[in-house]
């Protein structure tokens, strides 16, 4: 009689409660499919409060975190696993905290002298300077722990920026008021220290909105961008830059405007990308050579915990 191998099981987290949801689930039903296609036993988990239960009881051995948002990219379902001790997809608890906050990501990028817009941040309900009074229009809006566009606003009139600062305050108590810089969307999808070819998104209404990135047809997409060998490899390297400035580990996008002078600014580091059927990470990864599942198999190879020995404090106290 043949002996049967164990193979561990590895929970896809999708879904949540962030505004993020619908793309969550949708990127964690192609990763579900394609570890299937790979040969392993994988089960779908859509993360609600009774997760570290479901978790136990489905026996998972590795999480794949396929959590957009709140509650998968920002550093808590990443402690959560390490309490558990699950093994993970994906950047650590401080990396996630850190990209998942557009202002904290944004003083580091300055102090390792990363290129970035200039910025404010108001607090709701908490009087300061007025944002204008420094920035002049047009800005760009947005809350600072939300993602794929959520909240965010262009405000190219002193007069529209009430108007967007209440919408980003409906998503989060702070706003992010930053430099809007003419020129071309990119983003570079990294895959440990290594850059994919560029992305470049020219939405057809003129705006990357949340619609423009989620919705077939809606936006243009060149891979590999069209730039010149020094653009690309200087944006490569700011994108590597970026994913370490922060800890990042495993995949991340990171994404640039190009001024009209062909200066790349750096917007923000995505930690958990999206893998959906229109999503740029598995552009670029295509434009390598790299297919779909094989992107996954790569992702999934990096899975681990943050804590160690030698930072969990073991040890007696006196």
Known sequence: MKKQTHRPTIGVLMGGRSAEREVSLRTGAAILGALRRLGHRAVGIDAG?????????????VAFIALHGRGGEDGTVQGL????????TGSGVLASALAMDKTHSKLIFRAC????PDFEVLVRGVRGPWPLERLEPP???????EGSTVG????RRRGAL???LALAFRYDPEALVEDFVPGRDLTIGVIGDTALPAVEMRPRGGF????AKYTSGATEYLVPAPLTTRQSARIGELAVAAHRALGCRGASRVDFRLDERGRAQLLEVNTIPGMTETSLLPKAAAAAGIVFDDLVARILATARLDASPRCSGAGAKT
Do not use: F, N
């Open 81 to 88: 696993l390490e309490c558990l001790g699950i093994p993970y």
């Open 139 to 145: 800005v760009v809006v947005k809350p600072i722990c």
């Open 152 to 155: 965010m606003s262009v405000v």
């Open 162 to 164: 009430a108007k967007a």
């Open 208 to 211: 990357y909105s949340y619609r």
């Open 49 to 61: 409060p009774d997760l570290p239960q479901v978790l136990g009881r489905r026996q998972v051995s």
């Open 113 to 116: 002298g990363l290129p970035t």
